[in-house]
């Protein structure tokens, strides 16, 4: 088995039971690009938020007009507190799967404001950097979006809004590597923190290295020792 970082051998060890020697830790290839990416925040007054939300889907079973409509609830509240601030632009960065909620969260956007840019088969690396904050909405909570992950990565004040009544206690989660919250609670007084607190700012930026650090091996040189490893064998 080959994992990202100790931080998952660890875990596989004490929880799993799996032997030590049946694990290799690789670090993680597919985001070597995004270390040698990371870029500074840009000298602009204006601040470009970018909402990345997470469809729902139909594979997990729990699909229902409940969840639809406190995402409909949820994105609406959004744009209406954003609309409070001339310098905030948002740009939305849908998921790149065709899930027909994809579809609806587009009209839906366009329905609030057809001027809001939308992206979807757009690189990754450059949506987050052209952005000053990233904030991810999860319908469902046990699939933790790997926008959160890359997001840190490249150093942006991340923000994540649960739809779910229960927060998992992830280990980004624990460390405060991620502003993460309850679509119901005080939406408006937190995405103004992760906004305009600079202080907030640069501490959870800090705890994302951290986390970052311990959660990832071989940050940047990953493909280059993963190929070490297999010429071994």
Request: charged share 25%; hydrophobic share 40%; glycine share 2%.
């Amino acid at each position: 088995t080959a994992v990202w970082g100790n931080l998952k051998k660890k875990y596989l060890i004490d929880e799993l039971n799996v032997e030590s020697s049946k694990i290799i830790v690789s670090g993680s290839p597919r985001h070597d690009d995004y270390f040698e990416s990371i870029a500074e925040t840009k000298k602009t007054n204006d601040i470009t938020i970018l909402l990345a939300p997470n469809p729902i889907t139909e594979f997990s079973g729990f699909a229902n007009t409940n969840l639809e409509l406190k995402f409909e609830d949820t994105i609406n509240e959004i744009f209406s507190i954003l609309k409070q601030f001339r310098n905030v632009k948002p740009i939305v960065k849908l998921h790149a799967s065709q899930l027909p909620h994809n579809i609806k969260i587009k009209s839906l956007i366009k329905k609030i404001d057809s001027t809001i840019p939308i992206i979807q088969s757009f690189s990754i690396i450059e949506a987050i950097n052209n952005s000053d904050i990233v904030v991810v909405i999860t319908p469902e909570s046990f699939g933790t979006s790997t926008m959160l992950l890359e997001s840190m990565i490249l150093r942006k004040p991340t923000m994540n809004i649960i739809l779910d009544d229960k927060i998992p206690q992830t280990n980004h989660v624990i460390e405060n590597a991620v502003l993460t919250v309850f679509n119901d609670q005080d939406l408006e007084k937190n995405i103004k923190k992760i906004l305009f607190d600079k202080k907030f700012q640069h501490d959870i930026k800090q705890n994302a290295d951290n986390f970052i650090a311990k959660f990832l091996d071989f940050r940047g040189n990953a493909s280059e020792e993963f190929a070490k490893i297999l010429k071994s064998y």
